[in-house]
């Protein structure tokens, strides 16, 4: 489910209650404020390398600082894709946002087979035709919400290619 090409031709231009336009500013804030603290941590080990690698290179030049710099490199890799997500989700303009009202079909939680991430995936899918279904993830809130067959969801994504669904 999960490795489908996202077609956001399904998705319409849908006039939002107050309510369902808040819901999605909440989702897109908790976005952004995950992608900000990501930027704090990577900023505060970037520092702490920093200052790591300026007392070993006064002090004496091993061969451990090759690994430093390129751990110093990919900080700030890490950090420039932190901004420029924030930055992508800040010009989102919900009120113009395409979003697709489905009833629910179906869920599933799946676990990562992953050894060290053992986390679970939660998906929610909807048909809108005969031919076309809508796979979104969605948090745990979200799922423990749903109820299939009776639960309305907006699917709706961010300009990326992640389908989102908030459970009305």
């Known amino acids: 489910m999960a490795n489908q090409k996202l077609d956001t031709t399904v998705l319409q231009k849908t006039v939002l209650s107050k309510d369902e336009l808040n819901r999605i500013y909440k989702c897109r804030n908790n976005k952004i404020k995950q992608w900000f603290f990501l930027l704090v941590i990577v900023i505060m080990l970037l520092g702490i390398m920093i200052s790591y690698l300026t007392k070993e290179y006064m002090n004496s ?28 989700l800040r010009r989102v303009k919900i009120d113009s946002l395409s979003v697709r009202r489905a009833i629910i079909t179906e869920k599933q939680s799946v676990k990562s087979k992953d050894l060290i991430n053992r986390s679970r995936n939660r998906f929610v899918v909807a048909k809108i035709d005969n031919n076309v279904t809508l796979y979104a993830s969605c948090s745990q809130k979200e799922y423990d919400r749903t109820i299939v067959e009776q639960s309305i969801g907006l699917f709706f994504t961010f300009g990326d290619n992640v389908m989102r669904v908030i459970i009305l």
């Open 61 to 88: 030049i091993s061969k451990d600082v090759i690994w430093d710099i390129l751990f110093v490199v990919l900080f700030i890799y890490i950090a420039i894709l932190c901004i420029k997500n924030i930055k992508n």
